[in-house]
């Protein structure tokens, strides 16, 4: 079992940042793949960006550029480093874990807002 604990989510003006840390117990095999997920009122959970246990990352298209993922393999930690924030930004962002990005064992943080004011 796997449980992930989120935090740093907030209110802030367009043009921003904010930094999301999730942090993860469990096995290793289980946190191969973790990744941010988002999701806005009256909309499908999208990708926001991912991260592999060796560091290879991925990006849905409105955030390259501005979030960065990374990730602390030692303190099995997952981070979004958000700039350059808009309102479309604005959703409950949720943070993923599992053994690879598509993988019938997964597991969700519990979200946390993030809200971009123009």
């Known amino acids: 079992q796997v449980q992930l604990v989120e935090s740093g989510g907030g209110l802030v003006q367009a043009g921003g940042s904010l930094r999301l840390s999730c942090a993860a117990s469990g096995s290793a095999f289980s946190t191969n793949a973790m990744a941010w997920y988002r999701q806005a009122p009256g909309k499908q959970r999208e990708l926001v960006a991912g991260i592999s246990r060796g560091g290879s990352t991925r990006y849905a298209d409105s955030v390259k550029g501005r979030f960065t993922i990374s990730r602390d393999n030692a303190k099995n930690t997952v981070y979004l480093q958000m700039n350059s924030l808009k309102p479309e930004d604005t959703a409950v962002y949720y943070c993923?874990?599992?053994?690879?990005?598509?993988?019938?064992?997964?597991?969700w943080g519990q979200g946390t807002q993030v809200t971009i004011s123009s």
């Open positions: 993923y874990a599992g053994p690879a990005f598509v993988s019938r064992t997964r597991y």
